[in-house]
Nanobody, 115 residues
């Protein structure tokens, strides 16, 4: 399984970015897909997740600002990030979890929010 993340970059605080994660097979074959992030010196944390059934959950720190969605036909999951804050700066990783609990990871994409 390959997960290709894209869409990171440099943006000013208050701006928006849209991340995309393209999977090499049907995203509906996974129990869930999500986005994690890791800032320097910090542990990797869940940002948002969407299950096969379409249920979503978000980290408290991004609720109301970030939105996860998927395009089943294109095997792609998106993360729309609005009202970005400096503290959102991190490497963002796409994740897919199989029904057996196996995790797949894409290479990260850097998101930098400047003040």
């Amino acid at each position: 399984v390959q997960l290709q993340a894209s869409g990171g970059g440099l943006v000013q605080a208050g701006g928006s970015l849209r991340l995309a994660c393209a999977a090499s097979r049907s995203i509906l074959s996974f129990n869930s897909m999500g986005w994690f992030r890791q800032a320097p010196g910090k542990q990797r944390e869940l940002v948002a997740r969407i299950t096969r059934a379409g249920q979503t959950n978000y980290a408290d720190s991004v609720k109301g600002r970030f939105s996860i969605s998927r395009d089943n036909a294109k095997n792609t999951v998106h993360l729309q990030m609005d009202s970005l804050k400096v503290e959102d700066t991190a490497v963002y990783y796409c994740n897919a979890e199989s029904d057996s609990g196996m995790d797949y990871w894409g290479k990260g994409t850097q998101v930098t929010v400047s003040s």
